[in-house]
């Protein structure tokens, strides 16, 4: 069993930045692929980023479109934890976001079918 446990929502302004971790327990976590996903109000959960294990200690990460170049995915497997850091944060970043764990590792990145485990997300308010 994998519980994960994500922090550091908040409130800002466009325009600046902030930082999500999620701690994961249980199981191999270097090589989990793990995603983070959004949800805003009365919209659908979207993907937003993936690392994903290949082999040894190197990864792959990808991003949805809207936030390439504004938002990096990262991981630090010695203490279980992935980030998802945000910058340029504009209002239409407004979600929940949930962190999301597959051990195995396979299928569509983008999909949240794929992904087995699922933090408790944490608030993500952007005002212009």
């Known amino acids: 069993q994998v519980q994960l446990v994500e922090s550091g929502g908040g409130s800002v302004q466009a325009g600046a930045s902030l930082g999500l971790s999620c701690v994961a327990s249980?199981?191999?976590?270097?090589?989990?692929?793990m995603g983070w996903f959004r949800q805003a109000p009365g919209k659908e959960r979207e993907f937003v980023a993936h690392?994903?294990?290949?082999?040894?200690?190197?990864?792959?990460?990808g991003y949805t479109e809207s936030v390439e170049g504004r938002f990096t995915i990262s991981r630090e497997n010695a203490v279980n934890t992935v980030y998802l850091e945000m910058n340029n944060l504009k209002p239409e970043d407004t979600a929940v976001y949930y962190c999301?764990?597959?051990?195995?590792?396979?299928?569509?990145?983008?999909?949240?079918?794929?992904?087995?485990?699922w933090g408790q997300g944490t608030q993500v308010t952007v005002s212009s």
């Open positions: 999301a764990a597959d051990p195995d590792n396979s299928g569509d990145y983008a999909s949240g079918a794929e992904y087995d485990y």
């Open positions: 249980g199981g191999t976590f270097r090589k989990f692929r």
């Open positions: 690392s994903s294990w290949r082999f040894g200690s190197i990864y792959y990460t």
